[in-house]
Nanobody, 115 residues
Framework: QVQLVESGGGLVQAGGSLRLSCAAS????????MGWYRQAPGKQRELVAT???????NSADSVKGRFTISRDNAKNTVYLQMNSLKPEDTAVYYC?????????WGQGTLVTVSS
């Protein structure tokens, strides 16, 4: 089974930027949709952004205009470019891959935005 490994999290000041990476152990082209989710302390996991095999993207209203999801099929990697970060973006960010009923999750990477 393909494994997902996130990286790029860390501590950043409000207004700053980070780029998260999700590296897959196999081809990401097998998956219909790749995405990023996040879970803040005491809150449910929520969708951040998704990208389909064909490259169509979708993102939550809370991050539109600030976050961009992209993929590099040759590197089997999905990225999340996060700009204009806010303290409310603080969360553990998880990479997700879906193919029909199959779903794979990464272990998560922590993003902390200080005010």
């Amino acid at each position: 089974q393909v494994q997902l490994v996130e990286s790029g999290g860390g501590l950043v000041q409000a207004g700053g930027s980070l780029r998260l990476s999700c590296a897959a152990s196999g081809s990401i082209l097998v998956f219909n949709v790749m995405g990023w989710y996040r879970q803040a302390p005491g809150k449910q996991r929520e969708l951040v952004a998704t990208i389909t095999r064909g490259g169509s993207t979708n993102s939550a209203d809370s991050v539109k205009g600030r976050f961009t999801i992209s993929r590099d099929n040759a590197k089997n990697t999905v990225y999340l470019q996060m700009n204009s970060l806010k303290p409310e973006d603080t969360a553990v960010y998880y990479c997700n891959a879906k193919l029909l009923s199959l779903e794979v999750w990464g272990q998560g990477t922590l993003v902390t935005v200080s005010s």
